[in-house]
């Protein structure tokens, strides 16, 4: 990271946990420079970089201050508990929204991917070619569990955040999405419960329909993340199998658990020796210094299955992801062996090649700088466009907002008269076994912003104004 970025990033991190509080100013030049030993011309780098991320506005001859907002949770109140186990029906409702949200001429704010623009696919194409070129006619049968090469890219991102994962607990998998189905499947059987988040990733219910498991639902709070009381509660009232979480940046509301949260989920689910799959699609996608732990780093017993991908930060159409299955891997490994076989080879080796040589690290910074000057953007045109009634949360990382609209308008409808308009959404209903948040929707801002998006959160300001939204 450059001085400017470590700088800004410093000074983000302050104003995100109101330290620096809204309309303050930040410090002065002349401290900024004395605390980092650094030019003037670094700092106003930083500066201009805090104003881009929507965190700050400069007033002329008076300095830098924090936006209205920049450090403001819009508190969504908490919903009601109704953990009783319930068969799952909601494949029709997603797929009926996920389709008409795919015509390439329409705004994706419904989308579930960020910007392909924003990956470096001609320097992947020249991994793909180089590390297809390496392989051996071989490898076809050799790496089945997934190469070798692969694994060990993974195991040092691993290593990274502290974490020792032995390259034998890691199965490369068809994208993250195929990993934690495996895994679902490795420790449950029809009939069984399952916790999931409420509201929560609607491919975790459609998992759960498609094996017919019975969901739990845990509220998750949009501020502090998943309700542990409620989880304790509900892991003393039902026979509960297996947990499928995301305790980083969690879809749909981009809550995350703190560390102190993570270590107590882990040891509740030790002592019921509950397996938790954990899916951690966006754990590179961090907008503080530091890459955030996930639970598995509290894991002592094998109990936990950490699922992700390259598929939000790299290249999604690669259908490249792994599950870092503990005491479960073996099991994972003979269900991949038995239902897909093995990821396809030339992929695994072209992330490979890239992860060795391509400059992952430098991509991811520049990513995470664009997600969070495409968060300030967002942020700024739901603050011009949208009633003040209207609240959102405010992710630290990911690409997902998670808007809160007043209790009269309903997310299906609007989703419907925006459809129309040319803008997906992602409606409420969609992230619950009980089709509940009626009043909510997920945004996506994962697409640099442009007038297009401005003039597609116009639309739904314009479409919320109109009483055919009205529940
Ligand atoms: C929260 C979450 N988990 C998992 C996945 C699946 O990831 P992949 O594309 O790697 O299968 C997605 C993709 O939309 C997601 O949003």
Redesign the pocket.
């Known amino acids: 990271m450059t001085r400017f970025e470590t700088i800004a990033n410093n000074l983000a991190e302050q104003i995100r946990a109101g330290q620096i509080p809204v309309g303050a100013r930040l410090p002065s030049l002349r401290q900024i420079i004395s605390q980092y030993g650094v030019s003037q011309t670094t700092v106003f780098r930083a500066y201009y970089l805090l104003e881009q991320w929507g965190l700050v506005r400069a007033e002329e001859r008076a300095g830098y201050f924090v936006t209205p907002g920049a450090a403001v949770h819009a508190e969504v109140p908490k919903q009601k508990q109704d953990d009783a186990p319930k068969k799952v029906d909601i494949s029709d409702l997603v797929f009926s929204v996920l389709e008409s949200t795919q015509h390439p001429d329409i705004v994706p704010l419904g989308s579930?991917?960020p910007s392909p623009t924003l990956f470096p696919s001609s320097r992947l194409l020249k991994s793909l070619v180089a590390g297809t070129r390496s392989l051996s006619p071989w490898s076809t049968v050799e790496d089945l569990p997934g190469s070798d090469r692969l694994r060990q890219q993974i195991r040092l991102r691993y290593v990274g955040i502290g974490l020792a994962v032995a390259s034998k607990e890691i199965v490369v998998t068809?994208?993250?999405?195929?990993a934690?189905n495996l895994c679902l499947m490795a420790v449950t059987r029809p009939g069984d419960a399952v916790a999931v988040e409420s509201p929560g990733?609607y491919?975790a219910l459609q998992a759960i329909e498609r094996l017919d498991l019975r969901a739990v639902e845990i509220p998750v709070n949009p501020v502090s993340g998943l309700d542990l009381g409620a989880l304790r509660r509900a892991l003393e009232q039902h026979p509960i199998r297996a947990c499928w979480f995301?305790p980083n940046f969690q879809?749909p509301t981009g809550t995350s658990l703190s560390i102190e949260k993570k270590r107590a989920l882990v040891e509740m689910l030790r002592q019921k020796q509950v397996p938790l799959i954990e899916?951690d699609?966006?754990q590179e996608l961090h907008f503080s210094r530091d890459r955030p732990l996930p639970a598995k780093a509290f894991d002592t017993e094998g109990l936990v299955m950490h699922c992700s991908?390259?598929?939000?930060t790299l290249a999604?159409g690669y259908?490249v992801?792994w599950a870092t299955a503990g005491r479960f891997a073996d099991k994972v490994r003979r269900l991949k062996l038995m239902t897909t076989l093995c990821a396809s080879i030339p992929a695994q080796a072209g992330i490979a090649d890239y992860l060795e040589n391509g400059g992952y690290d430098r991509h991811l910074r520049s990513l995470r700088s664009s997600l969070q000057t495409q968060l300030g953007q967002m942020e700024a045109a739901l603050h011009r466009w949208l009633p003040d009634a209207v609240k959102w949360t405010r992710p630290h990382g990911g690409y997902m907002l998670w808007l809160q609209l007043p209790q009269s308008v309903n997310a299906m409808e609007l989703h419907t008269l925006a459809s129309e308009r040319g803008v997906s959404i992602a409606p409420g209903p969609m992230f619950s076994a009980t089709h509940a948040f009626q009043n909510c929707v997920r945004l996506n801002f994962g697409h640099p912003w442009d007038a297009r998006f401005e003039n597609a959160v116009r639309a739904l300001a314009e479409i919320l104004d109109s009483p055919g939204v009205r529940a």
């Open positions: 579930a991917f068809n994208g993250a999405l195929e934690l990733f491919a995301m879809n899916d699609v966006y991908s390259f598929s939000k999604p259908r992801g």
